[in-house]
């Protein structure tokens, strides 16, 4: 993961939506996080880098048209799949330090590491 401000270790609603999904899907997932200023590393940010390059110079005056050209890239021979989203997530919405201690208690941390390895496990 790319440690940013929506999905680092220490977001409490991200957390809260993991171990949920955790549950949901009875599967364990290790979070594992870039350094800060480490993105070069990241296969996500590379993709974002070709996708700059391809629609360098051209006018995205409209949604249609930059999903178009988003549509139209390829990046190690293969397209993108590409969809709009237009839901609307509230923010500022946190989670109570009682209902964050509950979801602490799923992580397992690092010692070394704790924000940047965690892995949660299904109830």
Not at 20 to 28: A, H, L, S
Not at 42 to 68: F, S
Request: include cysteine; charged fraction near 20%.
């Amino acid at each position: 993961m790319d440690n940013g401000p929506e999905s680092s270790g220490v977001r409490t609603q991200f957390l809260n939506r993991m171990v949920e999904f955790v549950d949901t899907i009875g599967k364990p997932i290790h979070l594992l996080y870039y350094p800060p200023y480490h993105s070069k590393y990241n296969p996500i940010e590379r993709c974002w880098g070709i996708l700059e390059q391809h629609w360098n110079g051209t006018q995205l005056k409209d949604v249609a048209t930059m999903l178009a050209w988003a549509q139209s890239m390829t990046w190690k021979g293969l397209q993108p799949i590409v969809q709009l989203n237009q839901k609307v997530y509230q923010k500022g919405i946190s989670l109570s330090k009682v209902a964050m201690k509950a979801v602490e208690s799923r992580l397992e941390r690092n010692p070394l590491l704790p924000k940047w390895d965690i892995l949660i496990r299904p109830a």
